[in-house]
């Protein structure tokens, strides 16, 4: 799905809404480890160094890519560039297993043991907040850091509730940012609870399957 309108309808080079290709994969992590260097889980995780977020959420986010191979990746193309992208896990599989978790373990050493012990407890926090009906788990989902604001969120989160409505599938995400509830609401999902985690209040939204 190509979009040659901006969020006012007036940007002049058109962004496409796809699925991403297994090429453009380092370019995807690149754009979520900047574009979501300063969430307050991130700082929370990996302390104040911007550069410091940087790396080590790229590379969380590489082992992620690695261990996962049924994550479904909607991304935002502009210029061949990727520019955004949001991760869709399907009914099912947004639960790493043991094994997948043993392959995550080199990426979760490159951390640091600080930084790990926050990782997994706040993993650990999100997986008890996780529904136990049948559900689309999305996340992360992120803009390049030069890019936000600009609508390119938006065009992607269109397109994840089309599929979600086109299959009848209920959706659901947790956000660190306060401002990010009111933009997941204009998308049908609503704060089902909130919690702390590793210090940082974090919300939990649900969108009803649509028939």
């Known amino acids: 799905m190509t979009d040659t309108s901006g ?18 994969i380092p370019q995807a992590v690149a754009v979520i480890a900047r574009g979501m260097r300063d969430n307050p889980l991130h700082v929370a995780a990996y302390g104040p160094d ?28 502009r210029n061949g560039a990727v520019v955004g992208l949001t991760g869709v896990a399907p009914v099912d599989t947004c639960r790493l297993s043991t094994g997948q978790k043993v392959r995550l373990l080199p990426a979760l050493a490159a951390l640091g043991p600080s930084a790990v012990a926050k990782v997994l407890s706040w993993t650990g926090t999100w997986s008890k907040h996780d529904p136990n009906e049948p559900h689309v788990h999305l996340g992360p989902l992120a803009v390049d850091a030069a890019l936000q604001g600009r609508g390119i969120g938006s065009r992607i989160m269109r397109e994840h509730c089309r599929r ?22 204009r998308f ?22 649509r028939t």
């Open 7 to 24: 969020p006012n309808g007036t940007d002049s080079d058109p962004i496409e809404v796809r699925d991403l290709r297994a090429d453009e």
């Open 50 to 77: 911007p550069d410091r977020r940087l790396r080590c959420h790229g590379r969380l986010v590489g082992g992620m890519f690695g261990v996962s191979p049924a994550m479904r990746h909607i991304c935002a193309i």
């Open 164 to 185: 979600l409505d086109a299959a009848g599938e209920s959706g659901y995400l947790e956000t660190d940012k306060a401002a990010n509830v009111a933009f997941y609401e």
């Open 188 to 209: 049908g999902y609503t704060v089902t609870a909130e919690a702390e985690v590793i210090g940082v209040p974090n919300w939990f939204m649900r969108r009803a399957a």
